[in-house]
Structures are given as C-alpha cells and as structure tokens.
C-alpha cells in the first residue's frame, strides 16, 4: 500500500449529534478542541445517545470562530463557544463516571426539551474538570471529555471499504464517528498500531473500539436498522464484542490536518494479528 495520509478530521461537539469535518483541529488532553465538550442530559442527569434516541442524528451541527450552529428540521440555535467559568455545576452522570459540568442555558434547554419531546438538559464540561480514562489501560494523568471511553479514534479507509464489499448496502464513516481517517493502509491493520505520528503529533493506540448499536442508526434520517453491525459480527467478533477502529491517546498536543503525514514508530499494539485483515478473529 501507498503512504500512510490523513485524509478525514471529525469532531462531534455534542455528544451523540452530528459530526463536523475539518481541514485542521487543535489537539488537547481530553480530544480535538471542542469535541464532545457538551451532552444532553436527562431529567435525572443521566446521559443520552442514538443508542435509545435515534432521532439525536437529525441535529446537524457547523462551527465557526464564535459559535456553534445547530439545525433541526429547519429551526436554528446558536450555541456559543465561550464556557462559562463562573457557571453552577451540578453531577451529571455518563456511563459509570459522574462528572461535574454546568447547564449551557435555559434557552436551550427549552428548544431541546421541545424538539427531543422530553425533557432534557445541554450541559457544558469545562476543560479543567477531570474524567479520567481507564486506569489498567493508560497512565492516570490521561483523561478524556464526554467521548464514550478514549480521547480519540482513528479508523483508514481501507477498512471501511472492506466492510462495504460486504453489505449490501455501503454505508459511510459517519456511522462510526471517527476523529481521523486515514488512506494508504492494508484494511483493519490500525487494530495493531501502538505508538505513531500524524503530523507533528505523537499518538499511542490504546485498543481497538468495541461497537454498539449506535453504529445501525443512519445517521442522515435517524432510522435504526441492522447493518453494519450484523456483518461486522460475522468477522470481527470477539469475546462478545463487535470491533472496528482503533481507540487513541494524545501524547503531544499541536495542531493537525488534512493531508498530514502518518509514521509508525512500533507496529503492534496487540500481540494477536487475529485481529486485523478480517481474518476470522
């Protein structure tokens, strides 16, 4: 295969709501600036996701110097990008971490509350406020913002285009709400990455991501269906988890972009290549 390249950034600034492509993202602690720094919660403060509420996938989301713009069905709300540090945080919960963040604004609340036909609150987690990743698989000083587990996640092309050989219908990398997408590489071999660089930026791989039925939701009508998850079960099972992509961790912090560079450092991440190249696991 050709030069390893960026090709694809993403962020997802609200958690479980539509993804932006960028040509160029700052890398921080916790993720790319601005990625997943803000959630919908219930009215028990309890987390919510396409997981039980598809519909999150029809609220598209653009991002300028000021603002976050976010569109549902025609109707708009501004969200700003500015934090604010004096705000009243209350306990939020997201999986089994209870964090501390703070409610964005009533206004939108309210417009949420109205098009979710719930109840639900925009919570905003600031930067300083720790959630620490997964002790037994990083140091403790790694920590990461509302993203399921890891700071960041990388899947190349190749692996997407050998999954949709298989479907019947292809579906596209939204459906796995990467933060990079590479060209250049054999399909599935990201699963062994361990230490490598984009640009100018050390990353380590962590693990390869375990999927969940989020990945059956279209992401452009909110329709929940089956695929991809039901083929990626055939070949990319494991103990009882479905696997595409590889989980990440920042080890220096500059910007990063389009058409950067990738380099491997060290190849393997896992000792068992059952993982990679769609070989049965």
């Known amino acids: 295969m050709g030069e390893l390249k960026l090709t694809q950034i993403w962020i997802y600034p609200i958690k479980s709501l539509g993804g932006i492509p960028l040509t160029e993202a700052k890398v921080m602690g916790k993720g790319l600036q601005h990625d997943r720094r803000w959630m919908l919660v219930d009215s028990d403060d309890v987390f919510l996701t396409q997981r039980d509420h598809p519909l999150m996938a029809l609220f598209?989301?653009?991002?300028?110097?000021?603002?976050?713009?976010?569109?549902?069905?025609?109707d708009q709300a501004y969200l700003p990008l500015t934090q604010s540090i004096n705000a009243v945080q209350r306990?939020?919960?997201?999986?089994?971490?209870?964090?501390?963040?703070?409610?964005?604004?009533?206004?939108?609340?309210?417009?949420?509350?109205?098009?979710?036909?719930?109840?639900?609150?925009?919570?905003?987690?600031?930067?300083?406020?720790?959630r620490q990743v997964d002790p037994d698989r990083v140091q403790?000083?790694?920590?990461?913002?509302?993203?399921?587990?890891?700071?960041?996640?990388?899947?190349?092309?190749?692996?997407?285009d050998d999954l949709n050989k298989r479907l019947v219908e292809p579906v596209s990398i939204k459906r796995f709400r990467p933060n990079f997408v590479f060209t250049g590489g054999e399909a599935y071999e990201e699963d062994l990455w361990k230490d490598f660089t984009i640009g100018p930026n050390k990353f380590s791989g962590v693990k390869p991501c375990a999927r969940c039925v989020l990945t059956t939701v279209d992401p452009e009508t909110g329709s929940k269906g089956t695929e991809p998850l039901r083929t990626?079960?055939?070949?990319?099972?494991?103990?009882?988890?479905?696997?595409?992509?590889?989980?990440?961790?920042?080890?220096?912090?500059?910007?990063?972009?389009?058409?950067?560079?990738?380099?491997?450092?060290?190849?393997?991440?896992?000792?068992?290549?059952?993982?990679?190249m769609g070989s049965g696991l």
């Open 60 to 74: 598209k989301l653009t991002i300028d110097e000021e603002k976050i713009t976010i569109t549902y069905k025609g």
């Open 91 to 130: 306990a939020v919960r997201i999986w089994d971490d209870v964090i501390m963040a703070y409610e964005v604004s009533d206004a939108l609340t309210n417009w949420f509350t109205e098009r979710m036909g719930m109840e639900c609150h925009l919570m905003a987690f600031p930067e300083a406020n720790p």
């Open 140 to 160: 403790p000083c790694e920590h990461v913002s509302l993203a399921d587990a890891y700071p960041f996640m990388i899947i190349g092309q190749s692996s997407l």
């Open 232 to 276: 990626l079960a055939t070949y990319r099972k494991r103990n009882n988890k479905i696997f595409f992509g590889q989980n990440v961790v920042a080890r220096e912090r500059a910007f990063i972009r389009v058409g950067d560079v990738i380099r491997l450092d060290s190849s393997h991440v896992l000792d068992d290549k059952s993982l990679v």
